[in-house]
């Protein structure tokens, strides 16, 4: 006989894979709200504390990464080996670069401070392909505009 306790268990797993495969399906980076509403249409009395719960698990069992720019959201990742990172200063989207980790890094404040190092984590800031052109068609615009007032 199954118990309400093994079929919580066994719901808990199936939604923690869930969240597991969205996050290893998606490229964006997604915060805890994203996944939120996109599984709330299937696990109908799922809740926001649950999918917390498990992202917790999954970052703590180093199936994910959560990763926080100071955006006020932290985002999270299923690719859990040594990557950096650009974020969009006007957009926030974020974008695996996809460059080698630079170990000379390490080796360099090793040598300064003689720490060991385990890891590092790097991060760009600026503008995205998308934004960089709307900057450019904005200020393209308030050209036109100034132009026009001259003559
Ligand atoms: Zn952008
Ligand atoms: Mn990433």
Known sequence: MITNKEKNLYRNTKQRQKILDLLVNSKSHPTADWIYLKLKKKFKNLSLGTVYRNL???KETG???ELNFGTG???FDAVVHS???????SCQKIYDIKIPPMRELDDRVIQLTGFRILS?????FGLCDVCKLKKKKNSKNVK???TQYRS
């Open 56 to 58: 917790r698990i999954l």
């Open 63 to 65: 199936q994910i990464w």
């Open 73 to 75: 959201f932290s985002r």
């Open 83 to 89: 990557h950096y990172h650009f974020i969009c200063s």
């Open 120 to 124: 590092h984590r790097l991060v760009f």
């Open 144 to 146: 036109n505009h100034r």
